[in-house]
């Protein structure tokens, strides 16, 4: 079982809806969650950090459950620019080795 | 404002040969990575490093080798390439904290014959 999952998608939204999607992860210890962004063929970056209580960032909106083990990203109100795959990252122990990213879930945005 | 860069951006190379991926950050970061993306896998980190000269391994650290001689430098070298290396590369950094965004490079794609 892969230590964090994710569903590949893809996720195809009209312009103008609301999409979410989560990220499972397995191993409970794991202490940090991010959110990165990639386009096609480019670099991933990151959209935000990921808190225990919840946080927004303009359309964006991150959860994290740990008794169930996932996060989640919601994107609303979509823009075609929005189109891209999201890969969800998790930490265990606070240690750089421990980092582990999902393959991502790709968003397609429609007009 | 050069950021980090990588080179080359495409490389083929032929099994058995060696060869080195640069990667150059400007920002003075402590903390420097390398990856691979293959699909279905996500990203795996080979190694990575806390600063000059001091190196650690990642996920997938087989059949690859790091240095850091310098603060702004992590060259990643396949010792004796293979067809399951080829890939596409990337290299990263990261200021120190482990919250600290890692900021990444465009990436080489790697093609082994």
């Known amino acids: 079982r892969k230590e964090v999952e994710q569903d590949p998608g893809p996720f195809n939204v009209p312009e103008g809806a609301t999409v979410a999607f989560n990220c499972t992860y397995s191993?409970?210890?794991?202490?940090?969650f991010f959110w990165y962004r990639q386009d096609c063929r480019k670099e991933p970056k990151l959209l935000m950090s990921?808190?225990?209580s919840g946080n927004e960032d303009g359309r964006f909106t991150a959860q994290l459950n740990r008794a169930s083990q996932y996060i989640s990203l919601l994107i609303r109100d979509s823009k075609l620019s929005d189109s891209a795959t999201y890969l969800c990252v998790v930490m265990g122990s606070y240690s750089w080795g421990k980092l582990q990213f999902g393959a991502g879930t790709q968003v397609v945005v429609t007009p | 404002d050069a950021g980090i860069t990588q080179s080359p951006r495409y490389k083929i190379t032929e099994t058995g040969r060696q060869v080195t991926l640069m990667c150059h950050q400007t920002?003075?970061?402590?903390?420097m990575f390398w990856y691979r993306q293959d699909l279905g896998h996500g990203l795996r980190l080979i190694y990575y490093s806390a600063a000059a000269d001091i190196t650690d391994k990642g996920e997938v650290p087989d059949g690859y080798v790091v240095s850091r001689s310098k603060t702004e430098n992590f060259p990643l070298t396949l010792e004796s390439a293979t067809r399951s290396q080829t890939s596409v590369y990337f290299c990263?950094?990261?200021?120190?904290?482990?919250?600290?965004?890692?900021?990444f490079g465009p990436g080489t794609r790697l093609l082994v014959l």
């Open positions: 191993n409970s210890a794991s202490q940090s």
């Open positions: 990263a950094s990261s200021s120190g904290t482990i919250q600290e965004t890692q900021y």
């Open positions: 920002w003075s970061h402590s903390y």
């Open positions: 990921v808190y225990s």
